[in-house]
Structure formats: structure tokens, C-alpha cells
């Protein structure tokens, strides 16, 4: 049982992209089930999760650091779905999950990093991000929102950014769910065919499924040039809902475990004190 764990250790941390390293996304796997089937990987999670909870708890009862979970992906490779497995069950005061669409309103009127500065975990939470600043390097450069001097002097506003974050107390990871070209167009098709589910389809996710290779490219460049030791992104495989949940709970686990929050000591004098 030891040994399997560590086996697990070692496969998420082969997830995890090192600084310098280069990324091909076409090697990195979208298919990898981690040594186990389905039925262990749903097992696994649940006891993720219970081991999330707890350290969530001190967490909060320290209530000095705090953790973002920055979640990205190509359409239909299972954002909500990883947000709702790994966090389902957790205590929803200590977790605050963020969806970022195009902006509005007073969005556009400030810089693009404003709505995301306020939405980022008070101190003690966890705070989720589905989509998040990256929307600025990723769609907006394959959109051509802005010209291209504008979005590439973001990433290094990006790592400024997130090492503020870090230094006060807030660590900041971030999973790119890696998804295979194939595999987005068996969902897209059942969306399309399941009336449960087509509400979920929009026209315009044909027009990004055409331009599959720039937002691949988008990607490869805004995670080669945003991962750092501090706040690293991990290209996890996900065409498979149970592994992808599974490794995404690993992460987040490994994240707090590593923060290891303590109960703040209690008060002087309580030995012995009765209630009546
Ligand atoms: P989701 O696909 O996340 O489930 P939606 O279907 O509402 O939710 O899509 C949100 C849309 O908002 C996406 O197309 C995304 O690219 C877009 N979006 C998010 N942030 C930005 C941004 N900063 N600039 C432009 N578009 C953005």
C-alpha cells in the first residue's frame, strides 16, 4: 500500500511542468489511468476529499494563508465537473469558487487583472478558479482581442501577479485539463444529442473546435512561460472524468498538505475549566 502511494506521488508529480522545461502538449498524455480502474479512482477521491476537509478546516482555524486552485481547459474537458467532484462534500464556508466569462461592465473599464485580484480566497479559504487571468493570454490572443505586444507582456505580469499572491500568503496552483481532440468531439456529440444536455452547446464551440491548434499553442506558451517553483501548472490527462477528478484531488490535497496549517494554540488557562 506504500509503495502504491508512492507510485501515485511520483505519477501527479510527473503531471507537475518545471520552470524552463518545455511543453509539447501533443506528448503530454490526455489518457492515463494512474494504475487504476475506474471503481479505485472514485474510492481514492473520497478519501481525498475527507483528507481535503480536514486540513480545509485547520486551514481556516489558522486563518493566515489561503489556496487558489486555478482551473483551465479546452471546452467539454470537464471544468465543472472536476470543481464539483473534488470540492462536493467540503464545507462550502471555507470554499468560494470564481467563474470568469468575457467581461463586462465595470470589468472593462480596468485593467484585466482587477476583477481577478478581488476574487482571489480571503484568508483561511479555498478559492477556485474556473477560467481565470489566463483567458487573457489564451482567447484573447487567438481572438486577436488586443495585439499581440499588448497580451505577451502579460505573462510577466501574470508571474509578478501570482508572487504577490504567494508572498502574502496565498499559494496559487493551476491545472490545465488536457483533453484529446477526439475525445472533445464524442462529448460535443453527446451534448448534441442528449436533450439533458445540450444546453451546455453553444454554436460558438464549433467556431474554438476549428481553431483547436492556436489555442493549443496559447496554451503551451502561457504554461511554459507562467510555471514557476512557486506556482506551478500541472497538465492533467482528461479523458478520463474519474482519473482527471482524481488527480485533481491529489494536487489540491498535496498543496494543503504541504502548507500543513495548525490550530492555532488555545487560550491560557482552560485546563480543567467546567461548563456549567
Ligand atoms: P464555460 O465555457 O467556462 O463553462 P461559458 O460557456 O459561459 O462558460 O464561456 C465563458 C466564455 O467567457 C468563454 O468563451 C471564455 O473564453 C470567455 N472569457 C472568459 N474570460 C475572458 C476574457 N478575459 N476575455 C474574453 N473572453 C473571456
Known amino acids: 500500500m506504500a509503495d ?5 506521488d511520483d505519477l501527479i508529480d510527473a503531471l507537475r511542468v518545471r520552470p524552463d522545461e518545455a511543453v509539447d502538449l501533443r506528448e503530454r498524455p490526455t489518457d492515463a489511468d494512474f494504475g487504476m480502474d475506474k471503481e479505485a479512482a472514485l474510492a481514492r477521491l473520497a478519501d481525498t476529499r475527507t483528507a481535503i476537509d480536514l486540513l480545509q478546516q485547520r486551514l481556516y482555524a489558522e486563518g493566515t494563508r489561503s489556496v487558489l486552485l486555478v482551473v483551465q481547459a479546452m471546452d467539454a474537458a470537464g471544468k465543472d465537473g472536476t470543481i464539483r467532484n473534488v470540492l462536493t462534500g467540503l464545507n462550502p464556508a471555507g470554499i468560494h469558487v470564481t467563474s ?3 467581461p463586462g461592465g465595470p470589468e472593462v473599464q480596468h485593467d484585466y487583472l482587477w476583477r481577478v485580484h478581488q476574487a482571489v480566497p480571503r484568508r483561511g479559504e479555498i478559492g477556485v478558479f474556473n477560467r481565470s487571468h489566463y483567458e487573457d493570454v489564451l482567447v484573447v490572443r487567438v481572438k ?22 504567494t508572498d502574502e500568503g496565498t499559494t496559487v496552483v493551476k491545472v490545465f485539463l488536457h483533453v484529446s481532440k ?6 460535443f456529440q453527446e451534448r448534441l444529442d442528449d436533450p439533458e444536455k445540450r444546453w451546455k452547446f453553444r454554436a460558438g464551440d464549433l ?4 481553431l483547436w ?3 493549443q499553442a496559447a496554451y503551451t506558451e502561457a504554461i511554459e512561460r507562467t510555471t514557476t517553483k512557486d506556482c506551478p501548472w500541472y497538465v492533467v490527462p482528461a479523458d478520463s472524468n474519474s482519473r482527471r477528478n482524481m488527480a485533481v484531488g491529489e494536487i489540491l490535497r498535496r498543496t494543503l498538505e504541504r502548507l500543513d496549517p495548525r490550530i492555532p494554540d488555545p487560550e491560557e488557562g482552560l485546563d480543567g475549566v467546567k461548563v456549567v
Open 144 to 165: 486577436r482581442f488586443v495585439p499581440e505586444t499588448v497580451w505577451r507582456r502579460r505573462y510577466e505580469h501574470i508571474r509578478h501577479f501570482e508572487q504577490l499572491l
Open 100 to 102: 470568469f466569462k468575457a
Open 207 to 210: 467556431d474554438d473546435r476549428a
Open 182 to 187: 477526439d475525445e472533445q468531439a464524442r462529448r
Open 4 to 8: 502504491q502511494h508512492r507510485d501515485l
Open 213 to 215: 491548434d492556436d489555442f
